[in-house]
């Protein structure tokens, strides 16, 4: 699984010296994580905050970490990578306790740490990633998941597919000469803002608060009060997708999961809430997730999932030589507004895809607690 952190050229070094990749919201403070019974919180600011938790809840030990430099004084946008994260998501509250927080003039309450994995001096242009038709040899070989949320605003912490992180390391590659930097146990990184250039620096240890990100009792409180919590229950989902009993009523067990939220799929506002992919040596199973906290409705199986289907079988199948096993998740509070099994129509599928009716899993929230089930 890869994950692209968007850095300013400041933040970048401050993320490089102290091995660290963090997103967030100026100057924000999320209180609701510390008080999940805060009452006067603002909506359209913690919707805004839980879907960077949401982002970056998706991370989970040794997966890949990639950063993407924002363009500055005339230069392109540049891709640096590989780095690994080394543990579970935390939180780190906005104020003036925040760490590192004066150093790179703002804040980053959610953050993860990391180490080097294959790290390479230069980067690579975004043209170079995104524009350039080097190496493609069909549409689907493009990087849509950056280019989609390109055109659509950045995000402090997006996910690109394994096979667009291949094209992106064979670039880096390339533009390096194979050589990578050559780090060991007593050095650290740093970033030259003179040449652009990561370079090996003194060794920095990270000193600032880890607490552990929990909205589970923040969406319990949204729920009983009847206010929205969609992004709240996705947070949670991809938090606790790979354990029971979210993992046994979704995935396969024993097979690395990659997993993407709020996954856009063509230049208009569709994006799919939840996408895992999971492959062995013949296969490939894939959920196509839609979330809903209220009552479900039936152009969810006419509109929306023929949409998103329609779309991952142009761009990702593709990308695959393996049987594809397609199935539409409606993941809704416990209703009968749309039955088990219902068949989406879809464009003709590739050969190699098969797709699955409908399975409805149920949420219910009852004695502080969150439960999933089939009926």
Known sequence: MVHVFIVNRMTFKYHLEYSFAGTGAKDKLSTFLSNP???????????????????????????????????GNNS???F???????????????????????????????????????????GITEHQYLDSLEGI????????????????GNRGCTMITDKEYVR???????????????????????????????????????????NAINIKDRLIYKFGRSQAFETHLQAYILKNIDVA????????????????????????????????IQENENNVYVNIIELKCGEAYSDIVNKQLPWYINWFNDYICPTYDKHIIIQPVVLTYETLGIANNAVVNCNKLKENTELKPVKNIFF??????ISFRIL
């Open 37 to 71: 019974n805060v009452s006067n919180y603002n909506a359209a600011t913690e919707r805004n905050l839980v879907g960077m938790i949401a982002d970056i809840s998706r991370i989970r030990a040794n997966d890949k970490i990639i950063f993407y430099l924002t363009s």
């Open 168 to 210: 992106l390391k064979n670039l880096l590659k390339k533009a390096n000469n194979n050589i990578p930097l050559q780090i060991d146990d007593e050095c650290g990184l740093t970033f030259n803002l003179s040449n652009n250039e990561i370079e090996l620096g003194e060794k920095h240890s990270y000193l600032g608060l880890k």
């Open 80 to 122: 640096f990578g590989t780095f690994k994260a080394v543990n579970t998501p935390f939180f780190d509250e906005n104020n003036n306790q925040n760490y590192l927080h004066s150093e790179m003039g703002k804040g980053l309450s959610y953050r993860v740490n990391i180490i080097p994995d294959i790290v390479y001096a230069k």
């Open 245 to 276: 009993p979210l993992k046994d009523l979704l995935l396969k067990d024993g097979l690395q999961t990659w997993i993407g939220n709020e996954v856009s799929c063509g230049v208009g506002m569709q994006r799919i809430d939840i996408l895992t």
């Open 76 to 78: 392109e946008g540049l």
């Open 364 to 369: 219910k929230i009852e004695n502080n607690d």
């Open 137 to 152: 040899n069909q549409v689907s070989d493009m990087c849509w998941s950056l280019i989609y949320r390109k055109l659509k």
